[in-house]
């Protein structure tokens, strides 16, 4: 119940921050004088209904994602990744991030928007920082290797997988 409520919070205050924008910024057009208040109006619509349907996929992605945890597990970081090799064709930027390393309090899972690729458990991994890129070994068997896009997020997941007790 705690996490659907989690999730219901995080996409209200999505769709609130949207809302606010779009108020903001026509508020920012009429006070300014640059355009007459039915030509912002008729731009704010279309990027409501836009804000609309990101703040609800966001708000599904979420959803399943927390579906997915087990009783008394809390997610302790969530990061967006890169694929290390060039030859990876990026997701166009309106998809946003395709792939995210979400480490909890049990583990690390790796997912592809609400696709779940992999899981696996703290006692079962090895986690090695290579430079950039951070190595995830599963019972001996490389499970990835990414570049996470936040700046410092690699050191925040080696000293939470050091904090369980991983090599």
Known sequence: MDKDNAVIRRARTVRATVSAGIAGAMVIGLGAGVLPWWQVLALALPATGLAGWTGSRIGRIDGIRAARLEPGERVIGTYAVRPPYTEHTPPSPHEGTQYHLRVTSRGVEMWERAELLWKHPWPELRVIVDGPRLRIHHLGQEAGTMLL???????????AAQRHGVA
């Open 149 to 159: 896009e936040q700046p410092g997020a690699v050191a925040e997941v080696r000293l």
